[in-house]
């Protein structure tokens, strides 16, 4: 840090804030610190009575904070990520989109091993709407060296992308109401309206619901029919539990489905069961299914 005349402070950084007072209208910070000293804040300064600031003069291979924000986060940002304006040396990525956020988050360690280095997300996996923040990054210190901004560039490089927004794939799904009073209409059902709303939401559109009564073979022949008329995904709602009533597991096991889950560590969900016909690759629908506690859906089953 060094105290120079105003006049040759061009290009150099401010290592304090200054502050401008027009008594009765105006006090409050004019430059912060950090600032690169531009042409026209010259004469601003002279204004002010700043004949002398303390400025920090970049030196070889130093880089200001703002420019090694900008380049963290375009080496780090992925498919569907937009970038903010750098403030205070910080630059966010936004969701360009609606989708899932994945972070690798090997790299992402890798990156907040460097000294002076911050790069913060939200956990991976996780559904977004557009222009939710979901990362942001900065150096610590105004100035750092550049190599340090090139080892991150280097490893985003080698592990592209750092920070992605998957967006969710268009689906058709079927819903299969179980329970014999709603098919008998002694209670309305008011889980379909939900339904058709969550998965909206994610992109998808929902063909029809069937009610049926607790029944295998109504509840085998209604899931093969949307499946028959080419759903990507059958949903088969009413609840499920251990009353001996309630056929749901069986019908579904009585498709032929191979079960892949059957319980989630979701509340309400506890009883999820999730079965494929081999149709389908399970990876695709887990990451569908990612959303789980965001639907914030009661027990069904997904074809």
């Known amino acids: 840090m060094q105290s120079i005349p ?4 061009l290009g150099m950084l401010l290592c304090h804030d200054i502050t401008s007072i027009v ?3 105006f006090k409050g910070r004019a430059f912060k610190k950090g600032h690169i000293i531009q042409a026209q804040d010259i004469s601003a300064l002279l204004d002010m009575g700043k004949e002398h600031i ?14 090694a924000a900008i380049r ?8 569907g990520i937009d970038l903010s304006d750098t403030s205070e040396g ?4 936004l969701a360009g989109a609606a989708g899932l956020l994945k972070v690798n988050t ?9 000294e002076e280095i911050v790069f913060a997300t939200l956990h991976t996996h996780q559904a977004v709407a557009a222009k939710d923040l979901v ?3 900065r150096i610590i210190p105004l100035v750092t060296r550049e190599e340090k901004v090139k080892e991150v560039e280097s490893i985003c490089l080698q592990e592209y992308p750092v920070v992605e927004i998957k967006p969710f794939r268009s689906h058709q799904i ?3 109401t179980t329970g014999s009073e709603v098919f008998h209409g002694r209670i309305t059902d008011k889980f379909g309206p939900v339904l058709r709303d969550k998965f909206a939401e994610l992109g998808s559109v929902v063909m029809d619901q069937v009610l049926v009564s607790d029944d295998v073979v109504m509840t085998v022949g209604a899931i093969q029919s949307f499946i028959g008329r080419g759903a990507g995904l059958v949903a088969v709602t009413g609840g499920m539990s251990v009353d001996p009533d309630d056929q749901t597991p069986a019908a579904i096991r009585a498709t032929g489905a191979r079960v892949l889950s059957y319980g989630a560590p979701a509340f309400p969900g506890a009883m999820f069961m999730l079965a494929s016909t081999g149709r389908y690759r399970c990876p695709g629908t887990w990451r569908f299914l990612r959303q789980l506690p965001y639907l914030s859906l009661s027990p069904m089953w997904f074809w």
């Open 72 to 79: 963290i986060a375009r080496a780090a940002a992925g498919p």
């Open 54 to 67: 303390f400025v920090m003069d970049l030196g070889t291979g130093d880089i200001h904070e703002d420019d």
């Open 6 to 9: 105003v006049q040759d402070a």
């Open 174 to 176: 079927g819903i299969v």
């Open 135 to 137: 990362a942001g990054t």
């Open 23 to 25: 008594p009765g209208e």
């Open 106 to 114: 090997s790299a992402l360690f890798r990156i907040n091993a460097i």
């Open 90 to 93: 910080r630059v966010n990525l």
